[in-house]
């Protein structure tokens, strides 16, 4: 079975601190994304990144950043997180080839991350 | 662009029902559609995933169904149990791209 793991399901931060969130994948996905969800909002694409060290917009990148040094690892980063950064979290992976790692294109999500920025 | 719209945004049924979760697609040039379950507070949970080449999906009590010339896929859940109750959300993906587009979800109480 395909796992998404993320750092954290939990996470309180004030105003200003710099926030790292951590995804991690073990089916050697090429594709990697961060979400948010909000109520009435559904899911919105931040970031997403098609192979190591690339990365491409989403819908809401602004305020935020990401990382992809290995394959299996995807970070999002709040250079300095704000109040109206409050949501849940959500990565997902997906391969490009099919096949025992899943169906083509399709993703796995982590179990989320609830940020409260305080 | 894809646009996706699930309706309705909440349902609500006795248990044992038979019931069919409607997603619609503006695109007709999907790659895959895919259904998701989801918990309050959790993330979200693969369920079926359908390529653009196949008409239907099965997986226990759970059949999805896809028609890309109408541009929408229906997810049938069969004897429907409380443990059932959800948020139900689709996704296409369309063709040449990575990124799913997702409709805003069908929330599912079954009561006893």
């Known amino acids: 079975d395909v796992k998404v793991t993320q750092s954290s399901r939990y996470l309180v931060k004030r105003t200003g601190e710099k926030v790292f969130l951590e995804c991690v994948q073990d089916?050697?996905?090429?594709?990697m994304f961060w979400y948010r969800q909000d109520p009435g909002l559904g899911l919105r694409l931040i970031y997403f990144?098609?192979?190591?060290?690339?990365?491409e917009k989403g819908d809401i990148p602004e305020g935020y950043s990401v990382s992809r040094e290995k394959k299996e690892r995807f970070s999002l980063i709040l250079e300095s997180a704000s109040t109206n950064q409050t949501s849940m979290y959500l990565c997902?992976?997906?391969?490009?080839?099919?096949?025992?790692?899943?169906?083509?294109?399709?993703?796995?999500f982590g179990p989320g991350t609830r940020l409260t920025v305080l | 662009k894809q646009e996706v719209t699930q309706i309705p945004a909440a349902l609500s049924v006795p248990e044992g029902e038979n019931l069919v979760l409607n997603c619609s697609f503006t695109?007709?040039?999907?790659?895959?559609l895919q259904w998701f379950r989801q918990d309050p507070g959790k993330g979200l949970t693969s369920l079926l995933l359908?390529?653009?080449?196949?008409r239907e999906q099965t997986s226990g009590r759970l059949n999805a169904s896809l028609d890309k010339s109408s541009g929408r896929s229906t997810l049938y859940i069969a004897a429907s149990q409380p443990g059932d109750s959800a948020t139900y959300l689709c996704?296409?993906?369309?063709?040449?791209?990575?990124?799913?587009?997702f409709g805003r979800g069908t929330s599912l109480i079954v009561h006893p």
């Open positions: 997902a992976s997906s391969s490009t080839s099919g096949g025992p790692r899943g169906g083509y294109n399709e993703q796995f």
């Open positions: 089916m050697d996905h090429e594709n």
């Open positions: 990144s098609y192979d190591v060290k690339m990365k």
């Open positions: 695109d007709s040039a999907i790659y895959n």
């Open positions: 359908i390529q653009s080449s196949q």
């Open positions: 996704a296409a993906t369309s063709g040449g791209s990575y990124i799913p587009t």
